[in-house]
């Protein structure tokens, strides 16, 4: 178990290492470090937080999709998939549509994203909640219900937009990964971290809940507070990163499911090698998104698609045979 996670953190730590270096402009380490233009602003001010973004929101996102896929004992389940995403959406929707241009600190788009995201979690919470119990059944129907309420709202917004706004929107809806200020990658690390990490702390629980409630309970697990708690973390979790990158799809579900396949489904192994291996695969889905066809750059979102569409196909045909 140790192995593959040493495995799997040693990919992501060199691909956080390699990935700043590609780009259409050569940059020197040795340069860089000792503080020469143009090689300190290229690594340090464009390429870099964009990787460690890259390597923190592709983590939390699989460790998101390893969660809702144990929660609803579903292996298509994405971070996606209860709501949250759309919600963010239709938040970053209404700034662009109503011109907003900052809230505090923070872009619009990023402060009225995550409130979506908060507002659709505490509904899909009202209305999967009966007499303090949840199962995964309502939870499923509660969220697939609300993400259907926010795409209709977010496709009427578009259609009473602007040129320009309706452009913005549908950018913001392919997910990208953009240059952020250091300041922003520590409270994003922040948010992700202490919740991974107490995901797996409950592994045990996780990998008693992936068999089923009744399993779960009868082995000591509250199963309708577990569902409760989860959903609160996995939620709060892809909403804090969706609200920067927008919704980014394929991570939750290509990296987890192949891991699966591969690692077995004992979530101690499986939460920490999804968090290094989705880190590691959406920093080199964003490295070629922005040196495939430079200076044009491809929203990661198209990338992550275009890349996991054909490699779950292939680990499905191959599971197939091996059945």
Known sequence: MLLFSGISALVMVATGLITPLA???????????????????????????????????????????????????????TPYTLGVSSGASLGAVTAICLGWRNVGPFPATWASAFAGSMMVL??????????RRMSSFTLLLSGITVNSICMAAIMF??????????????????????AVDYATIGWLTIVVAPVVAWLFWKSRDWNLLAVGEDWAAARGVPASRLIFTGYLAGSFLT????????????VGLIVPH??????????????????????????????LSRTVLAPIEIPVGVTTAMLGGPVFIYLLRGRSRAV
């Open 239 to 250: 909403g804090s990163i969706t609200a920067l990158t927008g919704p980014i799809g394929f």
């Open 122 to 131: 505490v509904a899909v919470l009202a209305i999967a909640s009966e007499r």
């Open 258 to 287: 192949a891991l699966r396949l591969r690692l077995g489904a004992d979530h101690r192994l499986l939460i920490p090698c999804s968090f290094f291996f989705g880190g590691a695969f959406l920093a080199i889905c964003d490295t």
């Open 157 to 178: 917004l578009q259609y009473l937009s602007t040129f320009g706004q309706s452009f913005a929107i549908v950018r913001w809806l392919m997910g990208g990964i953009e």
């Open 23 to 77: 780009g259409p402009s050569h940059v020197d380490y040795g340069r860089a470090f000792a503080g020469l233009s143009p090689d300190r602003e290229i690594l340090f001010y464009a390429r870099t937080p964009r990787v460690l973004l890259s390597l923190i929101a592709g983590g939390g996102l699989a460790v998101a999709g390893v969660l809702f896929q144990a929660l609803l004992r579903d292996a298509l389940a």
